[in-house]
């Protein structure tokens, strides 16, 4: 399993390198070479994992995954498609093998921590049985109310122990999840943590993706991959410019191109929801430019771990 703040300033970054990507791709790509150190990464990322009997028994769906998109990045690269595309496919290649490998460390862990578990339990239970060997010894000579009360120490001092483990278990739970949160770059909200895309992902008045913009999403799957309890609803937003019916078409394109490509990376479709809300619910002035810009956005809100998403309230006035 995978953490919150930083996870919203990588994908912010993503975004805008994202823009930047897109701008070099319009502006020409030299040939394809015959080779790609990114998918070079990815086959040996893939391969290790596929090595590693931990991570082919642990993570099947991901090694799946990975094939899949090492296939089409290969592919992608042999039909001479742009670099940035074929290295998007093989990212995704290394993240799932990746993934895929770390799933099998952590059932490896989890086998490891069980055994111990028994173990303890059987050191335990040796413990315990020549204490109450002792136990009688000692009633003999003291008293059955002398053995009563070491029991009843010796298993509050147990409780004592168990709870302290618990509630570390918990805190290092916690802080995980924090720390996702920070990499994603989410803004805490009373619907639930707030991811905003600007319309850096496309190209003006057009609802389609910019080649490589998926790669902007990729912390967003990656989280939703670790939290599968979790759902999305993916709001688009414009500026007031244009009529209201062209505008609400143009918002809700856009949100549903975002939904396609989160499904295409793996997300299921029941764990997504798309809407647009056109000029509506601006967060800036459209009489500037600048607040213009800001209210041609996406916002991608995450549930909480129940998977429930509160409404929108109405616009005011």
């Known amino acids: ?23 070099a791709l319009a502006a020409g790509c030299a040939t394809i070479p015959e080779s790609n150190a990114m998918l070079e990464d990815a086959r040996a990322a893939y391969q290790a994992a596929l090595n590693d009997p931990a991570a082919v028994q642990a993570a099947a769906v991901s090694l799946d995954r990975a094939e899949n998109e090492l296939a089409r990045a290969e592919r992608l690269l042999d039909e001479g498609a742009d670099v940035e595309l074929v290295e998007h496919h093989a990212y995704l290649a290394r993240r799932h093998a990746e993934f895929a490998r770390e799933r099998g460390r952590l059932a490896v862990a989890e086998q490891k921590v069980a055994a111990a578990d028994a173990q303890r339990k059987e050191v335990l239970l040796e413990a315990r049985t020549r204490e109450a060997r002792s136990a009688e010894q000692r009633a003999e000579a003291r008293g059955l109310e002398a053995d009563a009360a070491l029991a009843t120490a010796e298993q509050s001092a147990q409780q ?13 739970e916690a802080e995980q999840l924090q720390s996702q949160i920070r990499e994603l770059e989410a803004r805490p909200t009373p619907r639930g943590l ?44 414009t500026d007031s410019r244009g009529s209201e019916d062209y505008n609400l078409g143009l918002s809700e394109r856009r949100a549903r191109a975002v939904e396609s490509a989160l499904v295409s990376a793996g997300i299921g479709r029941g764990r997504i929801r798309a809407q647009g809300f056109g000029e509506a619910y601006p967060v800036a002035s459209n009489e ?7 209210n041609r956005r996406v916002e991608i809100i995450i549930s909480d771990d129940s998977g429930q998403i509160p409404e929108r309230a109405p616009e005011a006035g």
Not at 160 to 172: D, T
Not at 198 to 225: I, M, N, Q
């Open 1 to 23: 399993m995978k953490n919150y703040p930083d996870l919203l300033r990588s994908i912010a970054r993503n975004v805008f390198a994202g823009g930047v990507a897109c701008a």
């Open 160 to 172: 004592a122990a168990a709870s302290e483990a618990r509630a570390e278990q918990l805190r290092a």
């Open 194 to 237: 707030v991811l905003t895309l600007g319309d850096v992902l496309f190209d003006t008045a057009e609802a389609e993706l910019k080649s490589g913009a998926e790669r902007s999403l990729d912390e967003l799957v990656t989280f939703l991959e670790e939290y599968p309890e979790r759902n999305v609803m993916i709001e688009g937003f």
């Open 288 to 294: 500037t430019t600048a607040g213009q810009q800001l």
